[in-house]
């Protein structure tokens, strides 16, 4: 059966409370945590979303939702090093939220640094994948931290004056097989912004008197116009639009 079309307004609900160990919160108020990725505490913030939020909560039950929720990540990470959907939360999630798309937790690892050992490479938990689609075929499968690092680009950018740290994303056929037992989005952030940058760093270096920035920006969109349409063929996505 083919996924329903995705909503990317009501994508975020099941990012974390899928990977979770279990229900949380007070007659079903739930805080859904952002704290596993760059836009958490240490970005000057921890954005999160409460889940079921009325107004017959008061302070102590939002205080009591937001420290389960972390609790219950922290708990995931300490017994297993990795944050991991469980189907049966999945479809609970998706059951309770009614999430047309769900971000789930199955090996990948956000940011422009992931993983430090090639094997990294092969960290996608297809049959994990294939497990969440069984139980919700008709809920799209999303990809938050599943991009490729481009070895070429973070070799550039040092090599500018850059200092980012060399490591290994998600490898291309690692995602095609995700692609067919039911991923239907993939985000796909760093490795486009690492093409920029590199462009844009050997443009401004190569001509290090050009004031005018419409030629290094030219030169920054082409690379990550590559990249894209590189992803799109490998993803299967060129051709598709109607």
Same mark, same amino acid.
């Given at each position: 059966?083919?996924?329903?079309?995705?909503?990317?307004?009501?994508?975020? &609900?099941? +990012?974390? %409370?899928?990977?979770?160990? &279990? /229900?949380?919160?007070?007659?079903?108020?739930?805080?859904?945590?952002?704290?596993?990725?760059?836009?958490?505490?240490?970005?000057?913030? *921890?954005?999160?979303?409460?889940?079921?939020?009325?107004?017959?909560?008061?302070?102590?039950?939002?205080?009591?939702?937001? %420290?389960? #929720?972390?609790? =219950?990540?922290?708990? @995931?990470?300490?017994?297993?090093?990795?944050?991991? $959907?469980?189907?049966? $939360?999945?479809?609970? $999630?998706?059951?309770?939220?009614?999430?047309?798309?769900?971000?789930?937790?199955?090996?990948?690892?956000?940011? =422009?640094?992931?993983? /430090?050992?090639?094997?990294?490479?092969?960290?996608?938990?297809?049959? %994990?994948?294939?497990? !969440?689609?069984?139980?919700?075929?008709? /809920?799209?499968?999303? %990809?938050?931290?599943?991009?490729? !690092?481009?070895?070429? @680009?973070? *070799?550039?950018?040092?090599?500018?004056?850059?200092?980012?740290?060399?490591?290994?994303? !998600?490898?291309? @056929?690692?995602?095609?097989?995700?692609?067919?037992?039911?991923?239907?989005? +993939?985000?796909?952030?760093?490795? =486009?912004?690492?093409?920029?940058?590199?462009?844009?760093?050997?443009?401004?270096?190569?001509?290090?008197?050009?004031?005018?920035?419409?030629?290094?920006?030219?030169?920054?969109? #082409?690379?990550?116009?590559?990249?894209?349409?590189?992803?799109?063929?490998?993803?299967?996505?060129?051709?598709?639009?109607?």
């Amino acid at each position: 059966m083919a996924p329903r079309p995705v909503n990317a307004r009501r994508e975020f &609900g099941c +990012i974390y %409370l899928s990977g979770q160990v &279990g /229900t949380t919160g007070r007659h079903d108020l739930l805080f859904l945590s952002l704290l596993m990725e760059e836009r958490g505490a240490r970005g000057g913030g *921890a954005p999160g979303a409460f889940v079921g939020l009325t107004t017959e909560y008061g302070r102590d039950d939002l205080v009591r939702a937001v %420290l389960e #929720a972390l609790l =219950s990540n922290f708990a @995931a990470c300490s017994r297993r090093g990795e944050l991991r $959907c469980r189907p049966m $939360c999945a479809e609970e $999630c998706v059951v309770r939220t009614g999430v047309d798309a769900l971000a789930v937790a199955v090996g990948t690892s956000r940011g =422009s640094v992931k993983f /430090t050992d090639e094997s990294g490479g092969q960290r996608l938990r297809i049959n %994990l994948i294939a497990k !969440i689609r069984k139980r919700l075929p008709d /809920t799209a499968q999303v %990809l938050h931290g599943s991009s490729s !690092i481009p070895v070429d @680009a973070v *070799a550039t950018i040092n090599k500018q004056g850059g200092s980012v740290t060399p490591s290994y994303g !998600i490898d291309a @056929a690692q995602k095609q097989a995700g692609i067919a037992q039911g991923i239907r989005k +993939i985000n796909q952030g760093p490795e =486009s912004q690492l093409a920029w940058t590199a462009a844009l760093r050997s443009d401004l270096s190569e001509r290090p008197a050009e004031v005018e920035p419409s030629s290094a920006i030219a030169a920054a969109m #082409a690379a990550m116009t590559e990249i894209v349409r590189e992803r799109m063929r490998e993803f299967g996505s060129a051709g598709q639009a109607r």
